[in-house]
């Protein structure tokens, strides 16, 4: 039962490189969400896709794109990294209540 | 800017006590639900409650909701060392196409 799953685990990228952040679910969830979670802060949502072919912004999505690429698949994209975006990243996926979390993407910005 | 607050944000207990948590919120919602995050892992959700509810129990947790407060609270009876994690509520707002607004948790530590 693997659930959700989400690579790489940890990434260190330079100011200006870009990256793509993985996440793959087997549930088969119509909706799949991107959340960044910072030092003493809650998750904020970054995107979020209620069904297979549709992206709507969340909370903080300035500096990032995603693409819903299957039912299963949800990547998050940084175009070009900025240290603002040192950040652990988490995917979710849930089918109504509740959201089911992978175990998130730490990366480093420098 | 997030819509969840949660008091305290540090709470350490000894083994066996109660630790009682609370969030409160700012607009109307569909549900509250509380989720639990050990150190470097992600979310596991807890408990939901709708806004129609007063009071749910789970096991050793129980969560109360007053929507005229617009606040909730977790309560972990009989705390063992494995509750020791961060504990975060998330409102599903009216309207909101369940898209959580998460507070910013409650780090608790059980003390053997």
């Known amino acids: 039962n693997a659930g959700v799953t989400q690579t790489p685990k940890f990434q260190v990228l330079k100011t200006g490189q870009s990256m793509t952040l993985q996440c793959a679910q087997d549930m088969n969830h119509n909706s799949m969400y991107w959340y960044r979670q910072d030092p003493g802060m809650g998750l904020r949502l970054i995107y979020y896709?209620?069904?297979?072919?549709?992206?709507d912004k969340g909370e903080v999505p300035n500096g990032y794109n995603v693409s819903r690429l299957n039912k299963r698949e949800f990547s998050l994209r940084l175009e070009s990294a900025a240290p603002s975006q040192t950040s652990v990243y988490f995917c979710?996926?849930?089918?109504?209540?509740?959201?089911?979390f992978g175990d998130g993407t730490r990366l480093s910005i420098l | 800017s997030q819509q969840g607050e949660e008091d305290p944000q540090a709470l350490s207990i000894q083994e066996g006590e109660n630790a009682t948590m609370n969030c409160s919120y700012k607009t109307s919602i569909n549900n509250l639900q509380w989720y639990r995050q050990n150190s470097g892992r992600g979310l596991v959700h807890l408990i939901l409650?709708?806004?129609?509810?007063r009071e749910k129990h789970s096991g050793r947790l129980r969560v109360t909701l007053d929507t005229s407060k617009k606040s909730s609270s977790l309560l972990i009876t009989a705390s063992r060392a494995a509750d020791t994690a961060s504990y975060f509520c998330?409102?599903?707002?009216?309207?909101?196409?369940?898209?959580?607004?998460f507070g910013q948790g409650t780090r608790l530590t059980i003390n053997p």
């Open positions: 896709s209620a069904s297979e072919g549709t992206t």
């Open positions: 409650i709708r806004s129609n509810e």
């Open positions: 998330a409102t599903d707002a009216v309207g909101g196409a369940q898209k959580l607004v």
């Open positions: 979710a996926s849930s089918e109504f209540e509740p959201q089911h």
